[in-house]
């Protein structure tokens, strides 16, 4: 949200004009992927914290 204010001061324009800037502008960029062995993946940006296999499965216990 700082970040979207300093944008509508420096570019005059309403605050919530700016997060919609900034929001489509992140919709038009795709990340990066590739396929390994038939499954698209991504890689992270460098310094991404590691998600360990264990970590993947507490978080799919969530689902049903």
């Given at each position: 949200?700082?970040?979207?204010?300093?944008?509508?001061?420096?570019?005059?324009?309403?605050?919530?004009?700016?997060?919609?800037?900034?929001?489509?502008?992140?919709?038009?960029?795709?990340?990066?992927?590739?396929?390994?062995?038939?499954?698209?993946?991504?890689?992270?940006?460098?310094?991404s914290a590691?998600?360990?296999?264990?970590?993947?499965?507490?978080?799919?216990?969530?689902?049903?």
């Open positions: 949200m700082a970040e979207a204010a300093k944008r509508a001061e420096m570019l005059r324009i309403s605050l919530g004009k700016a997060v919609s800037d900034l929001a489509r502008r992140g919709l038009q960029v795709a990340p990066p992927t590739r396929e390994v062995n038939g499954l698209t993946v991504f890689d992270p940006p460098k310094g590691r998600i360990s296999a264990r970590k993947v499965k507490e978080e799919l216990s969530d689902f049903p």
